[in-house]
């Protein structure tokens, strides 16, 4: 699959059927798995073949959506999870652990600041948070002898900032520790952070990979590049004999290519289970099988809502990475040639009550708190998810009570437009 365009990937990656065989991925609606001997089983525990015993850790159907993804990602193996946070936790524990430290990007989506500053901070990972437009020297600072991995977000939910994942991975790599990349709201049609020094890459696969606000789930890509032999003494984990596997190194016994999600999967998969249910990653497939036709609808969609927004009166800035007024549109033209996605942020001057009024004049974009759907939808932080904070708060937060993300969906750039111009006039 790897000679086909990414087009042809999202729709015949990851499962071809023998003859015979059902034409759409089976769900293996099965918690379990039949062997004929206790000898055939004793091997698969032994990693020493690979097979299905328990859907906790893994199941057929989600491998085969997890192949597609990693074919997109151009990645050399990949696991689903039961959503995006669970991806970011696992990806992050994998090779961290009490004692370690995480050098990570500011601007990220809410959920993963938390997991990061509060939740991991209580198992004793400490992270230092860096701006996405640091200089090398500013990142370079960042680090410590305890770091073990650094992380940002391609385009960040919901600042819309650019990660130059160039120079944060010659960062990262100057250190010796992965460079993790959240590449949920370009998706691989879009940017495969991969080539550009990436060394894994999560999803958030909720949002525009599904696309369809149906399944949540989430998917972890290793690259397959990482060298943790070299870094032997920063990851142990994976280059010491795992005592819970009966003495296996799974750097050396999977190589580069397999050890990252081998681990993953068979460590942390096994003990917190937060595996994708099988009905969902089939409910997923549909969605990647379209995914290369969506975006791009998604990227012009956003565009002309941007630029519309731009020319309003009662807007007093627009946030999006394809306007040539973003301080992100040349680092976005250089990683994102065919656009990002199709979110896009913009403040009213009118503040919170102008918000209000816009938003409860909307017929087509309902209110919401999600993105990346077929349905447009929007939401106003400062009365929603950001609705504890003081204005000064907000404020200091880059969240203005006026602030409205919008998450252009799939319908005709005409209604949409046609519809925030009405809502706008409403707000007088
Ligand atoms: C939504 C989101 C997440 C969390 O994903 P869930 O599937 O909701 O757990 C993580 N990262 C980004 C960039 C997101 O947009």
């Not at 918690?31 to 097979?51: I, N, P, Q, V, W």
């Not at 989600?62 to 999870?81: C, F, P, Q, R, Y």
Request: proline share 4%.
């Amino acid at each position: 699959m790897a000679d086909y365009s990414i087009n042809t990937q999202c729709v015949q990656a990851g499962y071809t059927p023998g003859n015979g065989e059902p034409r759409q991925i089976p769900i293996i609606q099965s918690t379990t798995f039949r062997y004929a001997t206790s000898e055939d089983m004793g091997k698969l525990f032994d990693l020493e073949a690979s097979g299905y015993f328990y859907s906790r850790l893994q199941n057929p159907t989600n491998d085969h959506v997890a192949a597609k993804i990693a074919a997109l990602e151009g990645g050399s193996a990949a696991m689903l999870t039961s959503s995006g946070q669970a991806a970011n936790f696992m990806a992050l524990f994998n090779i961290c652990e009490s004692g370690s430290h995480i050098v990570a990007s500011s601007s990220i989506y809410g959920g993963t600041f938390n997991l990061i500053s509060v939740t991991m901070a209580k198992m004793g990972v400490s992270a230092t948070f860096v701006s996405p437009d640091a200089s090398e020297e500013e990142l370079n600072a960042a680090f410590q002898p305890n770091t073990r991995a650094m992380f940002g977000e391609t385009i960040a939910n919901p600042a819309l900032t650019v990660l130059d994942i160039e120079k944060f991975a010659k960062a990262a790599h100057a250190h010796g520790v992965p460079l993790i990349v959240d590449n949920t709201f370009p998706t691989p049609v879009n940017c495969r952070p991969i080539e550009w020094g990436a060394d894994i890459v999560t999803h958030s696969t909720t949002k525009y990979m599904d696309g369809h606000g149906a399944a949540v789930g989430g998917c972890i890509v290793d690259s397959g590049k990482f060298d943790w032999m070299a870094h032997a003494d920063k990851f142990h984990g994976l280059t010491t004999p795992d005592e819970s596997y009966h003495g296996v190194t799974y750097a050396e016994k999977f190589g580069k290519e397999g050890a990252f999600i081998t681990k993953c999967t068979s460590q942390l998969m096994r003990d917190l289970g937060c595996i994708q249910s099988p009905q969902n990653a089939f409910i997923l497939n549909l969605g990647l099988e379209s995914l290369h036709v969506r975006m791009p609808r998604h990227v012009e969609n956003g565009q002309a809502v941007a630029e519309f927004l731009e020319s309003r009166p009662e807007v007093s800035f627009v946030s999006f990475p394809g306007l040539k007024s973003s301080k992100y549109y040349d680092i976005a033209q250089k990683y994102m040639p065919n656009g990002g996605c199709g979110v896009v942020s913009f403040e009213l001057k009118g503040g919170r009550k102008a918000a209000e009024t816009f938003m409860k004049h909307l017929r087509l974009a309902a209110i919401e708190t999600h993105v990346a759907d077929a349905r447009t939808c929007c939401l106003n932080p400062a009365t929603s998810t950001h609705r504890q904070m003081s204005e000064e708060q907000l404020i200091t937060a880059g969240v203005p009570a006026g602030l409205v993300r919008i998450s252009c969906g799939l319908e005709d750039k005409k209604d949409l437009i046609a519809d925030l111009k009405q809502a706008l006039e409403a707000i007088g």
